[in-house]
């Protein structure tokens, strides 16, 4: 395979099923693009399902769209329940929609914002869904972090909800340093089962309607810095797409931009910060995000005559 992986490189996806969320725009919809292109069904989970439907008209291929408002728990039941109605397995569940740096706001569950929608929406929707990845060998969950991980980053287990104070830097650090542990746990609890693997992603910088957040005295320098420390939004789903399809992946890896300081560039393997890789957080975080969600993952059992899926949760 070419060491530049691209569009090009994806395998056929025909008779594959895609679940993409915040698919009608930018970084999710050139991914969902891009696997519909490619064969697979793709449906654009998202809050405004107009948009999305505009979003679908762009789309060649077999592309159909689902409300999802990861925002409110009502909603993400009632997604998955719809999704479970129409399809009888799932091979690719794309947790991408995200908010970044948003003022201090509330979900309708009581959740901060950015780690209610980044984290535990998809959280809730992957346990909602996933026993219908589990029999398919090559199923994967993928959920898209970001740079942003290493930025004022912990989980604040003292205060998830930022009510004492709040930083939007810090929240959304929180919220994508959530979307790593989770996968990285996902990806310990899914490997004796031998079908469905954990994979992250990120965009590097990407130019996006997710920066129109971004703290005021940031917006102006970052505007005449755009042209040279951006990349389009097709190229920043690049390393979702290799974390989808690259038969190469392994469960528990992460992808992002080579190019320096994975800031652009065509996706390669990456490294988290250390602290992601805390295997007592992770735990932690999944019993915190079972209890607020009251999402209980299907236990996962080894089946017969199967061999373990390849997986890498190391640094």
Same mark, same amino acid.
């Given at each position: 395979?070419?060491?530049?992986?691209?569009?090009?490189?994806?395998?056929?996806?025909?008779?594959?099923?895609?679940?993409? #969320?915040?698919?009608? #725009?930018?970084?999710?919809?050139?991914?969902?693009?891009?696997?519909?292109?490619?064969?697979?069904?793709?449906?654009?989970?998202?809050?405004?399902?107009?948009? &999305?439907?505009?979003?679908?008209?762009?789309?060649?291929?077999?592309?159909?769209?689902?409300?999802?408002?990861?925002?409110?728990?009502?909603?993400? !039941? /009632?997604?998955?329940?719809?999704?479970?109605?129409?399809?009888? *397995?799932?091979?690719?569940?794309?947790?991408?929609?995200?908010?970044?740096?948003?003022?201090?706001?509330? /979900?309708?569950? $009581?959740?901060?914002?950015?780690?209610?929608?980044?984290?535990?929406?998809?959280?809730?929707?992957?346990?909602?869904?996933?026993?219908?990845?589990?029999?398919?060998?090559?199923?994967?969950?993928? /959920?898209?972090?970001?740079?942003?991980?290493?930025? *004022?980053?912990?989980?604040?287990?003292?205060?998830?909800?930022?009510? !004492?104070?709040?930083?939007?830097?810090?929240?959304?650090?929180?919220?994508?340093?959530?979307?790593?542990?989770?996968?990285?746990?996902?990806?310990?609890?899914?490997?004796?089962?031998?079908?469905?693997?954990?994979?992250?992603?990120?965009? &590097?910088?990407?130019?996006?309607?997710?920066?129109?957040?971004?703290?005021?005295?940031?917006?102006?320098?970052?505007?005449?810095?755009?042209?040279?420390?951006?990349?389009?939004?097709?190229? $920043?789903?690049?390393?979702?797409?290799?974390?989808?399809?690259?038969?190469?992946?392994? $469960?528990?890896?992460?992808?992002?931009?080579? &190019?320096?300081?994975?800031?652009? $560039?065509?996706?390669?393997?990456?490294?988290?910060?250390?602290?992601?890789?805390?295997?007592?957080?992770?735990?932690?975080?999944?019993?915190?995000?079972?209890?607020?969600?009251?999402?209980?993952?299907?236990?996962?059992?080894?089946?017969?005559?199967?061999?373990?899926?390849?997986?890498?949760?190391?640094?």
């Amino acid at each position: 395979m070419s060491e530049k992986w691209t569009t090009e490189s994806i395998p056929d996806q025909r008779g594959r099923v895609a679940v993409v #969320t915040g698919a009608n #725009t930018g970084l999710g919809y050139e991914t969902a693009k891009a696997l519909a292109e490619h064969g697979a069904s793709v449906v654009l989970a998202v809050r405004d399902v107009q948009k &999305g439907e505009q979003a679908a008209a762009r789309m060649t291929g077999d592309v159909s769209v689902q409300a999802l408002d990861l925002t409110s728990l009502d909603s993400v !039941r /009632t997604a998955a329940a719809a999704l479970r109605s129409r399809f009888d *397995r799932i091979d690719l569940l794309i947790n991408n929609a995200g908010v970044m740096y948003t003022p201090r706001q509330t /979900t309708r569950d $009581g959740f901060e914002l950015q780690f209610g929608t980044n984290h535990l929406g998809h959280f809730a929707l992957t346990g909602l869904l996933l026993d219908l990845m589990l029999p398919l060998p090559g199923s994967r969950v993928v /959920t898209v972090s970001s740079t942003g991980h290493r930025i *004022r980053a912990a989980i604040h287990f003292d205060d998830l909800q930022w009510e !004492r104070s709040y930083s939007r830097v810090a929240a959304y650090g929180q919220s994508k340093l959530a979307n790593l542990m989770f996968t990285y746990e996902l990806q310990r609890r899914l490997a004796t089962h031998g079908t469905t693997v954990a994979v992250a992603a990120h965009p &590097g910088l990407s130019s996006t309607e997710l920066a129109r957040n971004t703290p005021t005295a940031l917006r102006l320098p970052l505007t005449w810095l755009a042209p040279l420390i951006t990349q389009t939004p097709a190229m $920043g789903a690049l390393p979702t797409l290799r974390a989808a399809t690259d038969p190469a992946v392994l $469960g528990g890896q992460y992808y992002g931009p080579g &190019g320096r300081f994975e800031v652009m $560039g065509h996706p390669r393997l990456v490294t988290s910060s250390p602290q992601s890789y805390d295997v007592a957080v992770q735990q932690r975080l999944w019993a915190v995000s079972e209890d607020l969600t009251g999402v209980t993952f299907p236990v996962v059992q080894s089946p017969q005559n199967s061999s373990p899926a390849g997986s890498v949760i190391t640094r």
